[in-house]
């Protein structure tokens, strides 16, 4: 995780270089990463708060109006991802983003105080076929509609962290934690959990 203010300015200034979005700062929570191979910096990864509204994704989850009100900060978007352009890894991006994948669940808990259900992604097409995002266990959900923070026509791509628990999922759980294990395989249970089934 990057933290200290230098090498947070060291990271902005290679994302608003480096990446087809470019980079004006982030907002909310967010936790910046350095791809890293012993002390060269092969790329760079934003973990920052979801898209509100997502019709694929809320569909696939199950949500509510309401689930999703209550339970939308423990979804977390992979908003930017990087690999420098010079770096020649083979299978490096799915390699690096199985490794988010396991391992944003304790991070976002250490840093924020609390553990995120599910990561998200925006793939757009024209320019990307979301490859390593599928060979990192990612699964496409379908097409973003491009209202709110989504772009039109960009694909959407969705990971359950591997292992997450809740304790507030919805008021018919109470307190009674839910374990949500192994997914993806398991995808019900985090459609059941915040559904409070």
Same mark, same amino acid.
């Given at each position: +995780? ?7 300015? @060291? =990271? ?5 270089? =480096?990446?087809? $979005?470019?980079? @004006? ?24 708060? %979801?898209? &509100? !509204?997502? %019709? ?9 109006? @309401?689930? /999703? &009100?209550?339970? +939308? ?6 908003? /930017?991802? $990087? ?13 690096? $983003?199985?490794?988010? %994948?396991?391992?944003? /669940? !304790?991070?976002?808990?250490?840093? =924020?105080?609390?553990?995120? $259900?599910? #990561? ?8 990307? !076929? ?10 496409? #959900? ?8 989504? &772009? ?11 292992? !997450? =628990? ?18 993806? @395989? ?7 959990? #915040?559904?409070?089934?």
């Amino acid at each position: +995780m990057v933290r200290d203010a230098t090498r947070v300015a @060291q =990271w902005d200034a290679l994302v608003a270089r =480096w990446h087809p $979005l470019g980079f @004006q700062g982030a907002f909310g929570y967010r936790l910046r990463y350095f791809i890293t191979a012993g002390d060269r910096r092969l790329g760079c990864v934003l973990l920052s708060g %979801a898209a &509100r !509204a997502v %019709a694929v994704r809320d569909q696939w989850i199950g949500w509510t109006a @309401q689930t /999703r &009100r209550e339970n +939308m900060a423990r979804v977390v978007n992979n908003s /930017r991802f $990087l690999i420098f352009p010079h770096v020649r890894v083979p299978h490096l991006a799915s390699h690096v $983003l199985g490794q988010l %994948a396991r391992r944003a /669940r !304790a991070d976002w808990l250490e840093h =924020w105080g609390f553990e995120p $259900l599910l #990561l998200e992604t925006f793939v757009d097409p024209r320019h990307y !076929a979301g490859t390593c995002y599928r060979a990192a266990g990612w699964q496409l #959900l379908g097409a973003s509609s491009g209202r709110g923070l989504a &772009r039109p026509g960009r694909s959407y791509h969705s990971w359950p962290s591997t292992t !997450a =628990w809740s304790s507030r999922c919805s008021a018919s759980s109470s307190n009674r934690p839910w374990p949500l294990l192994n997914l993806p @395989q398991k995808t019900s249970c985090i459609i059941n959990c #915040l559904q409070g089934k």
